[in-house]
Each structure stands twice: as C-alpha cells, then as structure tokens.
C-alpha cells in the first residue's frame, strides 16, 4: 500500500514521457467533462423525482444529504447500504418492503454513473493514443459499459477492472489506465453518490406506484 502511489507516479511519467504532456493538460478536460454528465445524470433524477413523484428536489437533497456524503467518501455502495435503506424509510417515507428490496437490488444492478464514466475515459484514452472510433465501436463501448456495469461488484475502484476489458474491447491499450488513475479516486466517490443518488430516486418512486399503505391488522383480544 506505501507502495502503490509511487508507482502510480511511475506509470504516469513514463506514459508523459511517451505520449507528451499535452496529455496531462486534456486530464484537466477529461476530469470536467465526466462530473459534468454526472450534474446531468443527477438532473435528470431530480426531474424525474419532479415530475413522477412530485417531490422537491431541493428537499430531497437535504434529507439525504448524510447518506449522499457518506457514499462520496467511502466510494461504496454496498458500506452505505444499512443507512441508505433507513434513510428512505425515515426521511423519504417509504415503507420497509420497498426500501429493503430496491435497495440492495439498486447497489448490485444500478452503475449509471459507472457506465457513464467508462464510456467516457474509453474516448478519452483513444484520442490520446490517436485511435479513430466509428460510431459502430461508440455504440459498442457504451453496450459494453452498460452491460459490465450490471453486477459489477459496488466495492471501491471496481470500475477501472471494469474499464480494462471495455478497452480491450476496441483496441485501445489497458496500460492507458495508468494515465487517469491518478485522478479516478476523485471521480469513484462521485459516480458513486450519484448511483446511490438513483437508488434513493427509484425507491421514492416505487412506494408511489405501490399505492396506499394497507391498514394494520387490529390484535385479537386474549380472554382468560
């Protein structure tokens, strides 16, 4: 672990050296344009929440402003699972039958912001090696990033494994990761408050389309 950032520093001067330090200053535009499709990601989720559940956003973000931190920091969807279920049973309303299946459901299934990151590092890594993509290979790279996201594991920096075969997929060099690795912690925690983010969205959604809550069943009176 002492290790490890060292090397990183390594790999990334050796790909500087290779490739020109015209690359490190497209990292900076690189950086601004995946927090900046998951600001639109999370438009888009507040939108939905809008105009599906009637729900102000502004509100919505305050009531799960501690779960939403707690993702950003830990980069896990999985560690903010317990206090994700309880902050849409306490905060957002939604009964436990909901909560405790969309939940876990959404942290093993639901890597929007994932896929969306990968598609993007995957242009990015192929313009700076000069390779040409088609809007067949495009296609196929957001296919691919969709479909490895599904399952992937919600463990922090389980997407950079996810990106290398994405890589392989269309010919670019996976030792180009050593190029965004030194920024992609930054960009974990915030794909992963923006998935754990959905995950809140499709619960407040789901107790609206369950309908009203049954009454609860009155006890039976015990005679001596």
Do not use: H, W
């Amino acid at each position: 672990m002492r290790l490890a950032p060292i090397a990183v520093f390594g790999l990334m001067a050796q790909l500087t050296t290779t490739l020109g330090f015209r690359a490190m200053l497209g990292m900076a535009s690189y950086v601004a344009t995946v927090i900046a499709g998951l600001l639109v990601l999370l438009g888009v989720y507040m939108l939905i929440l809008k105009l599906l559940a009637g729900q102000s956003p502004v509100r919505f973000l305050k009531d799960t402003r501690d779960v939403l931190l707690l993702a950003f920091s830990t980069s896990s969807s999985a560690a903010v699972m317990p206090l994700s279920i309880r902050t849409a049973e306490d905060k957002l309303g939604v009964r436990p039958s909901v909560s405790q299946f969309v939940i876990p459901l959404g942290a093993t299934i639901n890597m929007n912001g994932t896929a969306l990151y990968q598609a993007v590092a995957t242009i990015f890594l192929a313009q700076v090696y000069g390779i040409d993509l088609s809007m067949g290979s495009m296609a196929l790279v957001v296919a691919m990033a969709v479909g490895a996201s599904i399952g992937s594991p919600a463990t922090p920096g389980v997407g950079i494994v996810i990106l290398a075969m994405v890589l392989q997929t269309v010919g670019i060099p996976p030792s180009g990761i050593a190029l965004i690795m030194g920024v992609d912690r930054i960009l974990d925690m915030c794909r992963t408050a923006i998935n754990v983010t959905g995950d809140l969205v499709t619960c407040r959604l789901m107790e609206n389309l369950a309908g009203k809550r049954l009454p609860p069943e009155p006890v039976p009176e015990q005679t001596s």
